[in-house]
């Protein structure tokens, strides 16, 4: 679904073509940094040097804690991991979660906003009570009450990803459900959905055929966006300890909060490089949400030109 | 327009209302995070699963009220939480005193985390807004999204590994130095806001000492939201300088610097203060990271800790207290939008 209204409003030329100058430039800084991470995730096993928990190779043992050298370009970890290898990895694990929290979030998100906003009465207030309560809730600690309830405290190597995807899942449902929810309410009165009640189209008809093709615009700015988001807070739960096991996969987060203590000793290159896979990634995908947004909705430009993130109230 | 009477009535019954919604949420939350916890799998097997015999495990539930009905637990613990009573943890603390202790010093370091923001944010905001479509003004935009894209701990690691590591310009980490810290320990009365511990104690040298541990996490966490303050600023300012009565001000022949200082910036802070609900939230959250990374003894420390024992009890208790906090504070942030901006409407 999303990729299908993707793909249609994203012929990569036409909307290069609609940016100009600083947009431009913008976009394509993004899209390039996504592309970069997205071959990256998808070739990780070719681009790696050695496994992602690999500490021995020829049967020596890696020195841990080793500065960048011509065996280890970005040296070694505590644990004698390569740190090159499980950046790479780690863009794998990052891909992944994400694709399963979007794609979980739409379904959910998305005829649950459909529901609430067309069907309206009881079913809206509730929704939206239970939605806000959702969204009110720090993201982080909702994450990690979930990822406790579906991982029950282990962890496994799918079983970690599915656990953060669902835990990034429900704390982005609420953000796909208002957005979808408030343009519901907005085009239910249009004369159109009226013609096509007349016509004696069903009411889930009229939910996906008619309103849901129109309610869809703002979709792919809030994909991107919470694509970006999910990274963090993927890294934020493996930084607390909440992520994958290391040997099954890899991911910065955990990387990182591995690497607290190399920081107070002057170890600079475990933490640098992971640190800087995730900002640069995030970077990416928010300033093609960001393009998107002002290019998809040059009317909304200054109205939300923060982030999908902050209430739609901001200047009201 | 509608007079002034009325709308003081308009006002009272908004802000009643508002605050009447806080109960339903707060309720939500707090169920929801019980039922999460307790009926999907039981906080004892997870946290032990593995270390404990079938037995132990089953002698441990008992000791904890677990094996009893979901439900009579469920009203012990609405009831126990009307009285302040969070539970236990499983080295027998109570939730509440653990919740009060380290509260404060989180208290202590999302208000640095403020402070930074809006030292960074508004006059970074007002500047890009000022010097519109200028390199410097996409310079600073680019930061802000830079600071966004940048998790926290992150941020404070690099800050660490620069300024503590490298320069040796501040402490790596903690609240205080230890003798410090042990000396504050005995000012009384103790608020565990070590600035003011600090201060009640009168010692300058100790004053200076939980500042200098403070600047580097209070940037690591000011900076996550100083962005989006950038932001919010240069948005609405932008907007703000193009409305009529910054038009009639400069008509009546006022300096820009006067009409943005005195008219403009002022309305541009309100959208702020709205998206200070939010900020909270994600401050809070940003905290749990912060406190990791300096190792600064607050809540966020507490509840990481608690998370890597699998003290699932404690950590349903302070999840529920922060959403409650999270709950209070976008009402006061409501509250507050309401009573300085005539526009809203109730």
């Known amino acids: 679904m999303a990729t299908a209204v993707q793909r249609r409003r994203l012929p990569g030329a036409e909307l290069l073509s609609k940016t100009s100058g600083l947009q431009r430039v913008t976009l394509i800084t993004g899209l390039v940094l996504v592309a970069v991470f997205v071959f990256v995730a998808a070739f990780a096993p070719l681009l790696a040097p050695y496994g992602l928990a690999q500490n021995s190779a020829d049967d020596v043992a890696f020195v841990p804690q080793q500065g960048p050298s011509a065996e280890h370009w970005f040296g070694t970890s505590v644990r004698s991991e390569d740190v090159l290898s499980r950046v790479l990895f780690g863009a794998r694990t990052a891909l992944l979660v994400i694709a399963i929290s979007v794609t979980l979030s739409l379904l959910i998100g998305v005829p649950l906003g459909l529901l609430s906003g067309f069907v309206g009465r009881w079913i809206d207030k509730t929704l939206v009570l239970i939605m806000d309560a959702v969204y009110a809730f720090p993201s982080l600690l909702l994450a990690i009450v979930v990822s406790i309830v579906v991982a029950g405290g282990t962890s496994s190597s799918l079983g970690g990803m599915l656990s953060a995807a669902i835990a990034i899942t429900v704390v982005y449902v609420p953000q796909y459900f208002r957005v979808v929810r408030n343009a519901t309410v907005a085009v239910k009165t249009e004369p159109y959905v009226d013609a096509a009640r007349v016509t004696g189209a069903s009411t889930t008809r009229i939910m996906f055929r008619h309103i849901l093709s129109n309610v869809t615009g703002s979709l792919p700015v809030i994909v991107t966006i919470n694509a970006a988001d999910a990274i963090l807070t993927l890294a934020a739960l493996g930084f607390l300890g909440f992520g994958i096991e290391p040997t099954q996969a890899a991911e910065w987060g955990y990387d990182l909060n591995k690497a607290l203590n190399d920081v107070s000793n002057g170890i600079w290159w475990t933490s640098i490089f992971p640190g800087t896979a995730i900002v640069l990634v995030v970077l990416g995908m928010t300033l093609v949400g960001e393009s998107l947004d002002e290019t998809l909705n040059p009317l909304l430009r200054t109205r939300r030109a923060v982030t999908s993130a902050d209430k739609e109230t901001v200047d009201e | ?346």
Request: some cysteine; overall charge neutral.
């Open chain 2, 1 to 346: 327009m509608r007079g002034g009477g009325s709308r003081q009535v308009a006002l009272l019954r908004y802000l009643l209302i508002r605050l009447l919604l806080i109960l339903p949420t707060a309720w939500l939350l707090v169920t929801v995070v019980f039922f999460l916890m307790r009926v999907i799998g039981d906080p004892i097997s997870a946290a032990m699963g593995g270390r404990l015999t079938q037995d132990q495990i089953e002698d441990r539930k008992e000791a904890a009220g677990l094996n009893r009905p979901i439900l009579t637990q469920y009203w012990e613990y609405i009831t126990g939480f009307l009285h302040g009573d969070f539970g236990r943890t499983q080295d027998n603390q109570a939730i509440s005193d653990v919740v009060i202790t380290y509260g404060a010093a989180t208290f202590e370091l999302v208000f640095w985390g403020l402070l930074v923001a809006f030292a960074v944010g508004v006059p970074l905001g007002r500047y890009a807004a000022t010097h519109r479509d200028t390199p410097s003004d996409a310079f600073l935009r680019f930061s802000a999204v830079l600071a966004y894209a940048a998790p926290v701990f992150f941020v404070g690691m690099l800050l660490k590994l620069i300024f503590s590591v490298w320069l040796g310009w501040f402490p790596v980490g903690g609240r205080a130095s230890t003798d410090v810290e042990l000396a504050l320990q005995h000012v009384s009365p103790k608020t565990n806001i070590l600035i003011i511990d600090a201060i009640l104690y009168g010692e300058p040298s100790y004053v200076l000492d939980v500042l200098e541990h403070a600047v580097l996490p209070a940037v690591a966490l000011g900076l996550l939201t100083g962005g989006i303050f950038l932001r919010l600023v240069r948005v609405n300012l932008i907007q703000t300088l193009r409305s009529d009565f910054v038009e009639a001000a400069r008509a009546r022949g006022l300096s820009t610097r006067v009409v943005t200082g005195r008219h403009a910036v002022r309305n541009a802070l309100i959208p702020i203060i709205t998206v200070m609900g939010m900020c909270i939230a994600m401050m809070l959250g940003g905290a749990v990271l912060t406190e990791t990374t300096f190792e600064w003894k607050g809540l966020g420390y507490q509840l990481a800790e608690y998370l890597r024992a699998r003290d699932f009890i404690a950590v349903q208790g302070i999840v529920a207290f922060i959403a409650l906090v999270v709950a209070v504070m976008s009402f006061v942030v409501d509250a507050v939008v309401a009573l300085i901006d005539p526009r809203v409407r109730f």
